[in-house]
């Protein structure tokens, strides 16, 4: 088949423009690839980040537990310098003759394990007092309850502020809550809060409450402190 002067020429025009799309298209391509390889640049819709507390997984410490919490939740943790986690000398707090906080249970059958390893090096800054599943937890003094709290590694939580509001009372692993307690609920020193469990982090088989105690910061936030032994103050 004979083809004609024009029709070479068409045929010409044609792929010498489809060759220069192509070059133009893969260097447009390039274009994007290294604008969109940029630091800080997003490639397109995505989902945003959450900060992570897999590095928490094991702690049952208030402190730390309820900040990485606030952190992800409220925006608000973090913000501020951690805490010092140092025992706090507990003198005043000696004279607010606690009750203690599981029913049934005699000062001398507690045992401190304040300074106990959880987690490997992580101090366990509580006490864990073993009573039989559903034994009734008691507020160990008047205050108000500041915060009710689920969380994976506490499970069923309560942080109760004393009247003063210048200390904190946390109460993990509980079965559940006492009927209708909610959030900014005035307590008396002996009213039923919750009861022993099992939740969160604790061993299925065994138990228990894990009570602990911190000295609140100027802020007065229910995830900041300075953790205290609450052995000494409830023998």
């Keep these: 088949m004979t ?135 008691k507020a160990v003094e008047d205050g108000t309850i500041a915060r009710l709290f689920e969380s994976k590694a506490g499970g069923t939580t309560i942080y109760q502020f004393d009247p003063t509001e210048q200390y904190c009372y946390y109460y993990a692993h509980l079965e559940r809550y006492a009927s209708g307690l909610a959030e900014g609920d005035h307590v008396k020193k002996g009213q039923v809060i919750g009861y022993v469990g099992t939740s969160g982090n604790a061993p299925k088989d065994t138990p228990h409450l894990h009570f602990a105690v911190f000295k609140l910061t100027s802020a007065k936030r229910w995830w900041e402190g300075t953790p205290i032994n609450p052995y000494g103050i409830l023998r």
Excluded: M
């Design 3 to 137: 083809i004609r002067p024009q029709t070479k020429r068409t045929l010409r025009t044609f792929g010498i423009g489809a060759a220069c799309g192509f070059v133009v298209g893969a260097a447009l391509a390039g274009i994007l690839i290294t604008w969109y390889a940029q630091p800080g640049r997003a490639a397109g819709p995505r989902t945003p980040s959450v900060s992570s507390t897999d590095g928490l997984a094991d702690v049952d410490s208030p402190i730390l537990e309820a900040r990485a919490a606030a952190s992800t939740t409220t925006g608000t943790g973090g913000s501020k310098p951690t805490p010092s986690l140092v025992a706090a000398a507990p003198e005043d707090l000696a004279r607010h003759d606690l009750e203690i906080p599981v029913e049934g249970i005699k000062r001398s059958q507690l045992t401190d394990t304040f300074d106990d390893k959880r987690g490997g090096q992580r101090i366990h800054e509580a006490l864990d007092i073993l009573a039989p599943r559903n034994t009734p937890v």
